[in-house]
T-cell receptor, first 116, second 112 residues
Framework: AQSVTQPDIHITVSEGASLELRCNYS??????LFWYVQSPGQGLQLLLK??????LVQGIKGFEAEFKRSQSSFNLRKPSVHWSDAAEYFC??????????????FGKGTTLSVSS | DAEITQSPRHKITETGRQVTLACHQT?????MFWYRQDLGHGLRLIHY???????NKGEVSDGYSVSRSNTEDLPLTLESAASSQTSVYFC???????????FGSGTQLSVL
């Protein structure tokens, strides 16, 4: 079955430091992969997505992610974190659900705190 | 601007009552989804629809139902609310199956 694992429940990073959030997926075919961000009390906003082609994808707010098929990973990175990046981050895979079609399956999320 | 709206934003109900959460989108998307978000579980798919009269069960569909009578709306009904259904519910839509989702702002439901 398709699944997404985010190994880190909570990460704290100093402002200005680099960030890497981990995501591993389980999916038989070439996956569609996404990173979403959720600020407190808000819905989810798409940061970036990978469908095919270049394995390093750029997103909004200075984020990037690298698809590594050999490691079944799609880690999110940012070279310099800002206090406004504190939020919850979700990795998701576009997965086939039986005969009915596809939908997004989400990981459990990683909460990012930024210290000054 | 096109958007997706959920109502109400907050709801308190009692166990055993029927509750309906509304979702309305003006993107004209065929694909609509309901997720619930719980601490430690992330977002879990409840039901989804790929068009009018089409509905499908997700991984946590027990106790929930949906109907799709038009493109814009996918209401979620809790037939007999249970305390385990206390959660934040998100509606989402997409233009293409398996691709980018647009999310509503969520409904906080408390079942007492």
């Amino acid at each position: 079955a398709q699944s997404v694992t985010q190994p880190d429940i909570h990460i704290t990073v100093s402002e200005g430091a680099s960030l890497e959030l981990r995501c591993n997926y389980s999916y038989g075919a070439t996956p569609y992969l996404f990173w979403y961000v959720q600020s407190p009390g808000q819905g989810l906003q798409l940061l970036l997505k990978y469908f095919s082609g270049d394995t390093l994808v750029q997103g909004i707010k200075g984020f990037e992610a690298e698809f590594k098929r050999s490691q079944s990973s799609f880690n999110l990175r940012k070279p310099s974190v800002h206090w406004s990046d504190a939020a919850e981050y979700f990795c998701a895979v576009g997965a086939r659900l039986g005969q009915a079609g596809t939908a997004l399956i989400f990981g459990k999320g990683t909460t990012l705190s930024v210290s000054s | 601007d096109a958007e997706i709206t959920q109502s109400p934003r907050h709801k308190i109900t009692e166990t055993g009552r029927q509750v309906t959460l509304a979702c309305h989108q003006t993107w004209n998307h065929n694909n609509m989804f309901w997720y619930r978000q719980d601490l430690g579980h992330g977002l879990r798919l409840i039901h989804y629809s790929y068009g009018v009269q089409d509905t499908n069960k997700g991984e946590v569909s027990d106790g929930y139902s949906v109907s799709r009578s038009n493109t814009e709306d996918l209401p979620l009904t809790l037939e007999s609310a249970a305390s385990s259904q206390t959660s934040v519910y998100f509606c989402a839509s997409s233009e293409v199956r398996g691709e980018k989702l647009f999310f509503g702002s969520g409904t906080q439901l408390s079942v007492l």
